[in-house]
Structures are given as structure tokens and as C-alpha cells.
């Protein structure tokens, strides 16, 4: 004997269908959102680390100053809305404000200047400024600037100082007359991230040209020029060697940086093609609940955690082998030759019990814990990323077994 559904029911049917369909729906919309955040976030990181290493390049770059500011501004138009973008240049002779480059919609270049109450001046003084169009008149009210310095009044404006050791040099700065056009916290930190290596290639395009002119003087001025020669050349080469450790070290730990990481992958998998007989084995390191700990401490006791943390991992590893930050806290090891797999697990093993030990911060007694993925590397690798993929799958799977231990990537996973 059939059943039959009265109209009634039919319809609670639909509506519970159609129910299910727009969760399962917007279940998808969500997830689909988060991944493009996630992407959105590698690639800004990626056009970051592009243009530090372009502005770097531009410090020793055989250009005159127009184009060295052209290509600089070109730079920052790579990571933000630079329509309008100048830099002010502090003269210390003088006393005065230079604007070696100024390209603005509104108001043509800019003359040099003494010091006076410019938005200018006020970052140069006192540090970076992110602020509006009422802003900016409630400071003038005030009588921290004075507005008649400027041409025209931007609706958002965003100043960074150029700084070179305990010196400002000057500032980059970028207007917006367009209430469409925001600047943000996010887009402060980049320009003021950004900020460190323009400072650094400007000193050093001035210290090129200040050696440059000493040796054309050196003839009449031998005695007295050979110490200041020195001296300069010193400087340059420790700059040098600055730039190139803040590139390819981490600014917290002083670890590895995930730049230096892949340069090293990509000369492990150079071996492997050479000697495949040859493993190495790369681990991916969380420390676990790491957010309670940043959280419950504060970010500067968070950040002599995770200093310690790298300290101790560093205590567990032996040359040629690498420790990297890779971001927050997150780590890798990259063991460059062992014999077995076993070897890569008794690293990572000794890992744990090295970061167990218990901990003093901020006088608070911590027992911290890590997860960690292994993946062993032979022939059958052609890739950084197939490497990177690996390992970052083991550490998935320990944090799914319950984290505070180690799994070494398993082909059939998949």
C-alpha cells in the first residue's frame, strides 16, 4: 500500500531542501572567501618581498637621481594606490626641506623649504602619520601644522620618516583626493616596512657618491682623506652586509627567513639530481596554542618566546643544517644529508623534548609543546613546492593526532 504525502508535507520537504541547499551554499561562499584571503595574503607577501629586493638592487644601480626616484616610485605603486607620492629629503646644512621627487594630480613639484609647521616637518619630528581630511584641520587648529604650507588639502594622508640608524633623513608620503581612495593601519605598516630599504638605498647611493667625490680630492688631501676614505668604505660594506642579512634573516629570532630556506631547498634538490642516492629531509614546526600564550602575555613577552623557542631549536641542529622562521610561529629544519629516515625523527624528536623543557616568561612558568611534520626528500622530488607540500601535510596530520608529537609524510595519504 503506497503512501502518499499530503500537500502539506510535500512542501515542508521543499522547504527543508531548499534550506539545506542555501547552508551548504553559503558553507561554501565562506570557505571560498577564507581561501581567498589566504591567497590574497601570499601574494601580497610575494609582491613585498619583490620589491624589497628591487629597491634593494636600485641602491647600486648604475642611474641618475630622477630615474633611481622613478623606479622607486614605480615600486610603490606595486603594493599601493601611489597615484600621489613624493619624497622630502632633510637637509641638515641648510636646515631645509628638498623634495627630490613630487608627482601629485593637484599641485606641481615642490621647491625646497626651511623647516616650518608642513605635514612634512611633523612627521620628520615625531614619526608616522595616518590621518584624514578633519584631521588635518583639527591639527591646524591646533596649531600642530599649518595647512597654508600646503597647495591643497588631501581627504586622506599617509607620511612615513626615512630612517637610517638613529638619523631621519627624510620621508615618503602619499595623498589621496578621492574619497574612494583610503589608506589604512595595513597600508601604513607596508609603507613603513617598505620606508627601511628606500632609507637604505638612498644612504647608500650617497655614501657611493660621497666616496666618488673623496677620491677625486684625493691627490690634494691624501693624508687627511685616507682615515674619512676608510671609514666610509667601512660603513658601506656593513651596510651592505646589513641589507643582505635583513633579507635573508628573520628581524625577530635571527634565524634563517623562508627566503633563505627555499634558496637552500633549491640547492638540496640540486644534489639530489646530481647523487640520487642522497636524502634530506625538511621539518615543519608549530608551536602549539601559541595564539593563548601571545594572548594571555602580551606581543613583546610573546615575541621572548618565540626567541627562545628558536634558541633551543638552533641547539638541536648542526651546520649545514637550517632553522627558519617562516611566519608568527611557524618553523622549519632543513637536515641537508641524513642516511635514513629514522634520522630526520630522532631530529625531530629531539626537538620536542629540547622544547618541552619548561620556560619563565614575563614570571610566568610555561611548558610550551610543538607539532611537527617530517617529509623525507630523495629522487623522486623535482620541486620546492612539492617539498614545502609534503611537509606541511605531516604537520596537518600530527595536529589531527593530537599534537605534541611528529609524523613523517606518508605517500598513501593522498
Not at 186 to 197: C, G, H, K, Y
Not at 285 to 296: A, E, G
Not at 303 to 312: G, T, V, Y
Amino acid at each position: 500500500m503506497k503512501l502518499r504525502l499530503g500537500l502539506g508535507g510535500r512542501r515542508r520537504i521543499k522547504d527543508d531542501l531548499e534550506q539545506r541547499v542555501l547552508q551548504r551554499t553559503q558553507e561554501l561562499a565562506d570557505a571560498n572567501r577564507a581561501l581567498e584571503a589566504r591567497v590574497a595574503e601570499h601574494q601580497r607577501a610575494e609582491a613585498l618581498q619583490a620589491a624589497l629586493f628591487h629597491l634593494a638592487q636600485l641602491a647600486t644601480a648604475d642611474l641618475d637621481e630622477e630615474e633611481f626616484y622613478d623606479r622607486v616610485h614605480q615600486e610603490i605603486g606595486k603594493l599601493l594606490h601611489a597615484e600621489n607620492f613624493f619624497i622630502g629629503l632633510v637637509d641638515t646644512s641648510s636646515s631645509t626641506l628638498t623634495f627630490p621627487y613630487y608627482t601629485d594630480v593637484v599641485s606641481g613639484p615642490h621647491e625646497a623649504r626651511p623647516f616650518g609647521l608642513g605635514l612634512s616637518e611633523y612627521v620628520i619630528a615625531t614619526g608616522p602619520l595616518l590621518i584624514d581630511r578633519a584631521g588635518l584641520e583639527a591639527m591646524s587648529r591646533s596649531g600642530l601644522i599649518d595647512l597654508e604650507t600646503e597647495e591643497s588639502i588631501p581627504t586622506c594622508w599617509l607620511g612615513v620618516p626615512l630612517v637610517v640608524g638613529d638619523a631621519v633623513i627624510g620621508l615618503v608620503a602619499l595623498q589621496s583626493y578621492s574619497a574612494s581612495i583610503a589608506y589604512s593601519p595595513t597600508d601604513q605598516d607596508l609603507l613603513s616596512f617598505v620606508a627601511i630599504q628606500i632609507a637604505i638605498s638612498i644612504y647608500r647611493r650617497r655614501s657611493t657618491a660621497a666616496l666618488s667625490q673623496a677620491k677625486l680630492q684625493l691627490e690634494q688631501r691624501v693624508e687627511e682623506r685616507t682615515r674619512e676614505l676608510r671609514l666610509l668604505i667601512a660603513e658601506y660594506e656593513r651596510v651592505q652586509e646589513q641589507l643582505k642579512h635583513q633579507v635573508m634573516h628573520d628581524a625577530l629570532t635571527g634565524l634563517a627567513s623562508r627566503s633563505l630556506l627555499r634558496d637552500r631547498l633549491d640547492r638540496a634538490l640540486g644534489m639530489l639530481q646530481r647523487d640520487p642516492e642522497r636524502r634530506f629531509a625538511l621539518l615543519y614546526l608549530d608551536i602549539d596554542y601559541f595564539k593563548k600564550i601571545n594572548d594571555s602575555l602580551g606581543h613583546l613577552n610573546g615575541d621572548e618566546f618565540l626567541k627562545e623557542i628558536a634558541r633551543r631549536m638552533q641547539l638541536c641542529v648542526r651546520d649545514p643544517d637550517v632553522v627558519a622562521r617562516l611566519s608568527g610561529d611557524e618553523f622549519a629544519v632543513l637536515l641537508e644529508n641524513i642516511t635514513t629516515p629514522e634520522t630526520a625523527m630522532s631530529v625531530a624528536n629531539r626537538l620536542l623534548q629540547e622544547l618541552r623543557k619548561p620556560l619563565q616568561v614575563a614570571g610566568k612558568d610555561l611548558e610550551p609543546s610543538a607539532s611537527i611534520g617530517v617529509a623525507v626528500c630523495d629522487g623522486r622530488y623535482e620541486s620546492i613546492d612539492s617539498v614545502l607540500h609534503d611537509a606541511d601535510a605531516a604537520l596537518y596530520r600530527s595536529k589531527e593526532q593530537g599534537r605534541n608529537r611528529c609524523e613523517m609524510f606518508d605517500p598513501t595519504w593522498a
